[in-house]
């Protein structure tokens, strides 16, 4: 597209995370056009009136045929990025933006990367956390040796339970929908980005599934690289804290220690408590999700993408999507993971659910045919 030509956009998937998105495009001054898709086509139309959208469809590839399409936006949950990727890059489409983890599988992970990279496709992946101004200040420092040579780095990420039984029961296919695949792939793109330029060699995790098992999913996987430099990378997450845990998404700590300095950093959302005796909502809440009990108690901002002021969202999810506008529609250089990075991380997430099923340890970069569970 040339410079500055007004976007057409392509919302495919209009659940939780398109429909923020969405009304976000409307409120940028570069979008000439919105058409939307969704297979669920009351929520969709829904949606298509509340963002005053040019067009609605159930079906996706009648949405990218459109002449007014010269962007993409993929929010359809986890297990179905692989086909409207692959049909918008069929289309000739060269601005992407696809919705974490690239894929659930490994080897459609790699057909989607191989896709975009043939078609010269400039396509992102939705690591929202990216935009924070405190990750962009570390990165900066890191980037720029105030702590020297990073040799370890000790990341936590603790989650309420709410989330995955919300994400695992809109479908069957559960088998990758893991702690580390759904949400961890965030604290490991974090962690792996601030690392920038360390090849992991290995990996040897652990998980269990005390209490998610009913839903099919695990409880916990925590696991340990090691990099091509020697530097050690322990990832932690568990996603299995009570409804009742006061964060009601997402609580995350991250030290990194360098040959002259450390930064260390609480990012679990404790300094923000809410206590009442009015109930507390469930954080990400899509269409039909019951919590099954009352929160009284709420570490406010636990929510990845943003909160709420008169009916918006502010936060990271407002700047990525945003600044992907004026990626697309002025050139702006930008934060967002590349679909080269979305596939690394999909493949690190899964070779830690290897090393947990085998027990033993897993050397990277490991064959796709073994992500195969
Ligand atoms: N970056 C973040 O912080 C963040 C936060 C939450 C979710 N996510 C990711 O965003 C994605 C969407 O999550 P969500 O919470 O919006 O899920 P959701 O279930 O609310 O919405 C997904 C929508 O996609 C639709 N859909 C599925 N297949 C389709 C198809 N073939 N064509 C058209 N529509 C289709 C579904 O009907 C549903 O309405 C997931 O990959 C999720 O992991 C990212």
Known sequence: MSEKEDIGLAVIGCGVVGRIRAKFAREYPGIGWLGLCDINEDLGRRLAADAKADFF??????????????????????????????????????????????????????????????????????????????????????????????TGVVTRAFMN???PIAT?????????????????????DMSMWLMEGKEPVSVYAGSNDKALSQYGTKDSTFGLFTMDDGTLFSMNI????PVVWPGSVYGLEIGIVGTKGVID????????????????GAGYDPEGFDKGMDRHVDFLTSYPPG?????????????????????????????????????????????????????????????????VF
Request: charged share 25%.
């Open 307 to 371: 909160d709420i002021w008169q009916g918006q969202l502010w936060g990271p999810m407002r700047e990525e999507t945003k600044e992907w506008f004026g990626r697309v529609h002025m050139g702006v250089t930008t934060p967002h993971a590349t679909a080269r990075d979305g596939h690394r991380n999909l493949l690190l997430t899964m070779a830690m659910d290897l090393s947990a099923a085998r027990g033993e340890v897993v050397r990277l970069p490991v064959d796709l045919d073994e992500l």
């Open 238 to 241: 568990s996603w299995a804290l």
């Open 265 to 280: 950093i609480e990012d679990t959302h404790r300094d923000l408590v809410l206590a009442s005796e009015v109930p507390q």
């Open 161 to 163: 339970r709410m989330v």
């Open 57 to 150: 469809t159930t079906d996706f590839n009648e949405l990218l045929a459109r002449p007014e399409v010269n962007a993409v936006i993929i929010a359809t949950d986890e297990n179905h990025h692989g086909p409207p990727t692959l049909a918008a890059i069929e289309r000739g489409h060269k601005h992407l933006f696809i919705e974490k983890p690239l894929a659930t599988d490994a080897r459609e992970s790699k057909q989607v990367l191989d896709a975009i990279e043939a078609a010269g496709a400039d396509a992102v992946i939705g690591y929202t956390q990216r935009f924070r101004r405190r990750f962009l200040a570390i990165k900066e420092k890191l980037t720029t040796g105030q702590i020297g040579e990073v």
């Open 168 to 188: 695992v029961q809109r479908t069957n296919q559960r088998k990758t929908l893991t702690p580390m695949v759904v949400s961890g792939t965030h604290s490991l």
